[in-house]
């Protein structure tokens, strides 16, 4: 395992470290919770909708680099691909908290589900107001007909920025809670694998991806995809990647106009992920789509996993006009609004 | 070599098809070379000095994600981590000339430098006004005393910055030139790296790093470093890291005012590029530096080189004002201006 570590058992917090360091002005460590990371109270505008979420790490910029203005107020920090804990949701939802409710929009995963469960109970007590919606794009961890069952990952990111910018807005509670829902039930992704990654605080991979072939529809944490295949090209797998799209949506959302992101798993070339991009809009296009917008880099990735994430937003007025709000993701365009 | 590639020889025409789909409303083949990247004429405000930058392929988003309002015009693409020709560099020229001339900036390698010299020749003689400044950050690949031999590398990051901000408003050719060159002669940088990387191409490492080992002082294409030592604590890195750049800036500089780049080198998880910058800061802190601006993602990067570079920019209220004005660097920030 070559990596730049201290003690592997406290990579999370030494991460922490470096993130308020490097966004002091913007963010502060959760007095309550040394797990949880909010907008400080000078950077958040008062009254609005607070939103929350919250994950395992591993997945930088996921979630930290969403805080900012037009999306998050406070995150939950679990350990590498691990759950944050019901106290830390509980801190997460009273920061954000500021009498207007909370939506606490997260990815599908059974142990962030029974902690936020538990989370809002206490929240509950104490007269606070919290609504979830969970992402559920990942097409390949549950079949169609289940999915509600579907795990959240990449395609996440663009429920967090339409409910951020009606948050922004002083969206009410339940218009920002439908809105994210409508977002996430529009959204789909697929993923492929190339190579496994490597828990730092385990120190080897776990699990494997022979050389020579990659693993289609693999999951955030390595979660075994539908098939293994040769690793030939790479046309073919965009291709490959975009008919598992169109199959899932139907037919009759396939010459609608789509947000489009291509997420680099974290090792992944960004010369790669453009190439991909390209065959895949040349794909969708072909089959009548309109790709209405793209994002291409590494938006939710998986430590040091190779591989990609194709997510599609099929859109509608509304959507397009909440994804092209104004927003300042702190840890996401790396402090380049200013550069 | 896992990877996601058709014809590994085409591999950075792929790359630019991809590019130039996901840019379209911004970016545009130049009719005279394939391998120059302009923005259209609709994107770049009429009248202002042009300013182009090339460089081999390898580095994304470098160089081409710099274009975008307040940096860079066009850029000369090569092959992977090989110089574009003279008559790349002279289109690019021809393209970004306004009549106000152009400004050159580069990194400071044998090959780029014949080419652009080359092209300037031709660009001359069709009675352009052409200047060139030359990255020259990367302490490691020249001794103190010969820093004008040294070689450009992410550090050049902070000179498409500011001048590309002068120019923007409006500065002369000569006003551009002496505020990039005055930014590169105050920018230091110095990298460590973890492993090798695989040009597609050739399909296997080209230098090796073996296990258990880092490299200190690795250059951006693999040029050998100052030292092979142990891989063991990320703090003891970051601390030599700093060391380094201190003894380079001499102790005159180091109560001074920097702005700080971490960058990744292409497959180091942001996890840990936080984790560095954390410590980072802590010592420059400690010696009584100031960090005033700090910049953590993967800004010049190096295939799937793992590593990372520091750069210091030692700043005065000149370089303050230019590095904070805005910009919209279209391939940085993922398209996030507006997620």
Not at 3 to 11: E, F, G, M, Q, W
Not at 101 to 113: E, T
Not at 122 to 139: G, N, P
Not at 222 to 246: K, S, T, W
Request: proline fraction near 4%.
């Amino acid at each position: 395992m070559q990596r730049l570590l201290n003690d592997p058992d406290r990579v999370v917090d030494d991460m922490l470290d470096g993130f308020l360091r490097v966004h002091a002005e913007s963010v502060q460590r959760c007095d309550e919770n040394p797990r949880v990371i909010t907008r400080t109270s000078a950077a958040q505008p008062p009254g609005k909708v607070g939103l929350v979420t919250g994950g395992g790490s591993g997945h930088e910029p996921a979630f930290l680099g969403y805080l900012g203005e037009g999306m998050l107020d406070a995150v939950a920090v679990g350990e590498v691909f691990s759950s944050p804990t019901a106290n830390a949701f509980l801190a997460a939802i009273r920061a954000a908290d500021q009498g207007q409710g909370v939506a606490c929009l997260f990815g599908n995963y059974a142990g962030d589900s029974m902690n936020v469960q538990m989370a809002i109970a206490m929240a509950e007590d104490e007269h606070r107001r919290v609504r979830i919606v969970k992402a559920r794009d990942d097409i390949a961890s549950a079949p169609h007909q289940d999915a509600e069952k579907r795990h959240g990952i990449a395609g996440g990111v663009f429920m967090l920025k339409t409910a951020g910018a009606l948050a922004q807005q002083g969206g009410t509670l339940e218009q920002v809670i439908q809105l994210a829902d409508k977002t996430a039930q529009r959204t789909r992704s697929i993923c492929v694998g190339l190579s496994p990654c490597v828990i730092p605080a385990v120190g080897k991979p776990n699990f494997t991806i022979a050389p020579g072939t990659y693993e289609f529809g693999i999951g955030h944490h390595g979660e075994a995809g539908q098939r293994v295949a040769p690793l030939e090209n790479a046309q073919d797998i965009a291709r490959q990647m975009v008919d598992a799209l169109r199959e899932d949506f139907g037919l009759q959302a396939e010459k609608g106009a789509f947000a489009m992101m291509v997420s680099g798993l974290g090792t992944t070339p960004l010369m790669e992920q453009y190439l991909m991009a390209g065959h895949i809009v040349d794909e969708l296009t072909g089959h009548g789509a309109q790709v209405w917008r793209l994002y291409v880099g590494d938006y939710v990735t998986s430590l040091d996993m190779n591989g990609l994430c194709l997510t599609l937003l099929l859109l509608d007025d509304e959507l397009k006009r909440f994804l092209t709000l104004p927003a300042a993701p702190l840890g996401l365009g790396l402090g380049l609004a200013s550069l």
